[in-house]
Structure formats: C-alpha cells, structure tokens
T-cell receptor, first 112, second 115 residues
Framework: DAKTTQPTSMDCAEGRAANLPCNHS???????VYWYRQIHSQGPQYIIH???NNETNEMASLIITEDRKSSTLILPHATLRDTAVYYC?????????????FGKGTHLIIQP | GAVVSQHPSWVICKSGTSVKIECRSL??????MFWYRQFPKQSLMLMAT?????????EQGVEKDKFLINHASLTLSTLTVTSAHPEDSSFYIC???????????FGSGTRLTVV
C-alpha cells in the first residue's frame, strides 16, 4: 500500500469548508485513495474513496489530482461533530487479504 | 450499510484473568476480520487477521498465545486476551470485510482496563 503524508492537525471554523490534504506520491495505478475518520473513543468510519475521478457523497467530496500524487478531502459545511482524526489510506481494490495500515492522520478541530 | 457490532464496549478486569471480546457482522458475511489495538494518542495498529475456518495470522510482535482469535463463522470473530496485565490496557477495535463489496467496516471498539 502507498505511503501517505498528512498534516498533523488543522483547525476549521464551524460552517466553513474543511479541506484536508493528503500526499500519496508513491501510489500505484490501481490503488484507490480511501478516507476514514475516527471520532474520539470510537471505531473508524468510512467516508469516501476514489481512484482517478473526483467523487462526492453525502458526507464529503474527494478531489484527486490528475497525476494522483495527492488528494483533498472536503467537508463542505463543517460542524462540531466533524472534529476527529482523518486518515488517508492507499488501498488496492478489494483490499487483498490485508488489514488497513493507518498513519498518524490529521486531527481536525472544528472551532465554534 | 454494513454494520459491525463489537461487545463489550468497555471492560475492567483484574490482572491475570482473561477477557473475551466479540465482533459480529450484522448484515453481511465476513470472510476476513481484523483486530487492531490503539494506545492513547496513537494510531491503530493491526494485531491479527482472522479468516473464517482457519488459523489467525498475527503481526510481528503480537503474541498468539496471549491474544487468542477464533473465527468460527462468517459473522463472528472473538479475541480473548489471556492472563491480562496492565500493559494490555488499550482500545481494541475489530474490522470486517464484506465478501461481496470488500469494504472495511469497523466496530465501535472495546476499552480494556486491567487493574
């Protein structure tokens, strides 16, 4: 799986868009970019994933650069409940037989 | 969507006793389940992979005789922490893969405190 690099922490004002970057310069052509988040003392929650094209669902949007070396997770209207650690993970479709490798993630703090 | 139920959500046990944690996939069959451990202010670390009907595969440094994993059906995996010690106190999280969609779904975690 590709190594990913994320900022350690970020602040965002409530109601504003939160943009979380992730670098994955070693990602291979058939590795997807997955985003999970972990709210304090809970299990990780799936947010979104993508391969090449930008993706959007009810939770977030995922913008992947054309060269696929980086991506940005966008929470369009952040709320206090979005305060969590966000993990960007490179993973082959289907995941193979391996568990996920979590990096340190980005601790997003939504300020009232 | 896929739901994974993990029980108990927290447990306190005495040093030297054993604790069992259950992980159930409620609405899908899980060929493979994973167990993670998370210490305070750290990320999740994969402990082991369990496959239905076969022996679990443990990550380097994880004692298989201490952390017993049983995956007897497509919807249930259990982790037993044997002869628990205070250093085993941690947040344990299971994850299951949907055999159809291959997505990863996580349980809500178990906070283990060994006193």
């Amino acid at each position: 799986d590709a190594k990913t690099t994320q900022p350690t922490s970020m602040d965002c004002a409530e109601g504003r868009a939160a943009n979380l970057p992730c670098n994955h310069s070693t990602i291979s052509g058939n590795e997807y970019v997955y985003w999970y988040r972990q709210i304090h003392s809970q299990g990780p929650q799936y947010i979104i994933h993508g391969l090449k094209n930008n993706e959007t669902n009810e939770m977030a949007s995922l913008i992947i650069t054309e060269d696929r070396k980086s991506s940005t997770l966008i929470l369009p209207h952040a709320t206090l409940r979005d305060t969590a650690v966000y993990y960007c993970i490179g993973m082959y479709s289907g995941g193979g037989a391996d568990g996920l490798t979590f990096g340190k993630g980005t601790h997003l703090i939504i300020q009232p | 969507g896929a739901v994974v139920s993990q029980h108990p959500s927290w447990v306190i046990c005495k040093s030297g006793t054993s604790v069992k944690i259950e992980c159930r996939s409620l609405d899908f069959q899980a060929t493979t389940m994973f167990w993670y451990r998370q210490f305070p202010k750290q990320s999740l670390m994969l402990m082991a992979t369990s496959n239905e009907g076969s022996k679990a595969t443990y990550e380097q440094g994880v004692e298989k005789d201490k952390f017993l994993i049983n995956h007897a059906s497509l919807t249930l995996s259990t982790l037993t922490v044997t002869s628990a010690h205070p250093e085993d106190s941690s947040f344990y999280i299971c994850s299951a893969r949907d055999r159809v969609y291959y997505g990863y779904t996580f349980g809500s975690g178990t906070r283990l405190t060994v006193v």
